[in-house]
C-alpha cells in the first residue's frame, strides 16, 4: 500500500484479506477496530455479528511483546501462548471470556478462535506463536487433543515458567533464535503438562476449515460463490454452507462481506484510492453495492468513514 510502518514490536496481520502492520501506537490497527462503529452497527437490526478471521502468516514464528490493542475473533494453524506480566488483558476463547492478571498464561491451540477483547492501559506481556512440530514432542498434543480450560493462573504453571517468560522478552528472536526456541521448548513442558484435556474427535473437519479459509483468503477478491469455493475444493455446497454455519456461526456471503470491508478500510488509508478504486479492489461490481455492504458492515457510508480517516490522518 506504499506506506511504511515500525516493524519490531509490531505484530503483522492478515484478516483473510491483504497484510499489513500494527504499528506501537495502533495508527492502522484503530481503522479496523473502531468501537465507535461497533457501537452505531449495533444499532442496526439484527445486531452485530461476530465475523471470525482466518490470519495467514509468513512468519511461522514469531516471539515477542504482546499487541497493545484489541484484536477480533481469527483463527491461524499455529499454536500461540499469552504470558501476561503487567495490566490485564481481557480475550475470547472458542466463545469463553477470560480476564488475564500478571502472571496468567493462556495457550490457544490451531485452529481454536480466539480474540483480544481489551488490553488495560500499560499492559505488558510475551507472546509466542509457532507452529505445532518445531518441538516434535508436543505436536501430537496440539494436533489430536484439546484443553478443557486453556488459561494457566499465577501459580499454575510454576516458578520456572516465571523465568523462561522473562528470559524469552529479554532475547532478540532475531539474533538469539536458537535460544528463543530451547526456552520455548522449556515454556510448554511448563504449561502443557499442566492442563487437563479432552481428545479431537473431529480433527479431519478442522483441516477441512483450514483448507476452506485459506482458498477463500487467497481469492477473496475473486468473483467467488459458494458453489465455486465447493467446486475448488471438492465438498459439496451443503457441506461448505454446514462449516460456515456451525464453525463460524456466520452464513457464507457474510463472511465475504465482512473480509472484503476490513480490506477496504485498510485501502482507504492510501490517499492514492478513490473509493471506486477501491471498490473495484475489493471485488464489488458497482459501488451501490460497496456502499450496501459497508453500511451493514461497520454502521456507516464510506464516504463518511473515508473522511473522518482522512481528518484523523491530517490531525
Given at each position: 500500500?506504499?506506506q511504511?510502518?515500525p ?7 492478515h ?29 442496526h ?9 482466518y ?11 504482546m ?20 495490566g490485564?488483558?481481557r ?24 480474540s ?11 507472546v ?11 505436536n ?11 488459561v494457566?493462573r499465577?501459580?499454575e504453571?510454576?516458578?520456572?515458567s ?5 528470559r ?10 536458537p ?15 499442566r492442563l ?5 474427535y473431529?480433527?479431519?473437519d478442522?483441516g477441512?476449515g483450514h ?5 477463500i ?5 475473486e468473483?467467488?460463490t459458494l ?5 475448488a ?7 461448505l454452507?454446514?462449516?460456515?454455519a ?8 457474510r ?17 492514492n ?13 458497482n459501488m ?9 458492515e461497520?454502521?456507516c ?8 480517516l482522512r481528518?484523523?490522518i491530517n490531525?
Amino acid at each position: 500500500m506504499g506506506q511504511n510502518y515500525p516493524i519490531f514490536l509490531c505484530k503483522r496481520f492478515h484478516l483473510g484479506v491483504n497484510w499489513f502492520i500494527i504499528s506501537q501506537k495502533g495508527q492502522l490497527w484503530a481503522d479496523v477496530w473502531d468501537k465507535k462503529h461497533e457501537t452505531k452497527k449495533a444499532g442496526h437490526k439484527g445486531g452485530p455479528a461476530v465475523i471470525t478471521f482466518y490470519e495467514h502468516r509468513d512468519e511461522a514464528l514469531f516471539i515477542g511483546e504482546m499487541t497493545h490493542f484489541p484484536f477480533p475473533v481469527h483463527i491461524h494453524d499455529l499454536a500461540e501462548i499469552l504470558a501476561v506480566t503487567s495490566g490485564s488483558v481481557r480475550v475470547n476463547i472458542d466463545g469463553t471470556e477470560y480476564t488475564l492478571s500478571p502472571g496468567d498464561v493462556a495457550v490457544f491451540f490451531p485452529l481454536t478462535p480466539h480474540s483480544y477483547d481489551d488490553v488495560s492501559e500499560g499492559a505488558s506481556g510475551l507472546v509466542a506463536i509457532f507452529p505445532t512440530d518445531i518441538i516434535p514432542e508436543y505436536n501430537s498434543t496440539f494436533r489430536t487433543l484439546e484443553p478443557d480450560r486453556p488459561v494457566l493462573r499465577s501459580g499454575e504453571a510454576g516458578p520456572d515458567s516465571m523465568m523462561v517468560i522473562a528470559r524469552l522478552h529479554a532475547l532478540d528472536m532475531e539474533e538469539d533464535l536458537p535460544l528463543c526456541v530451547a526456552f520455548l521448548h522449556v515454556l510448554l513442558a511448563c504449561t502443557l503438562h499442566r492442563l487437563s484435556y479432552h481428545p479431537v474427535y473431529d480433527y479431519s473437519d478442522r483441516g477441512l476449515g483450514h483448507r476452506i479459509m485459506r482458498y477463500i483468503s487467497d481469492h477473496l477478491c475473486e468473483d467467488i460463490t459458494l458453489e465455486s469455493v465447493s467446486h475448488a475444493l471438492g465438498i459439496s455446497a451443503s457441506h461448505l454452507s454446514h462449516f460456515f454455519a456451525e464453525k463460524l456461526h456466520v452464513n457464507f456471503r457474510r463472511y465475504i462481506n465482512a473480509n472484503r470491508i476490513a480490506r477496504a478500510r485498510l485501502l482507504m488509508r492510501d490517499t492514492n484510492y478513490s473509493l471506486t478504486m477501491i471498490s473495484d479492489a475489493c471485488g464489488y461490481s458497482n459501488m451501490r453495492t460497496f456502499r450496501r455492504a459497508f453500511l451493514k458492515e461497520v454502521g456507516c457510508l464510506p464516504s463518511e468513514h473515508l473522511a473522518v480517516l482522512r481528518n484523523r490522518i491530517n490531525e
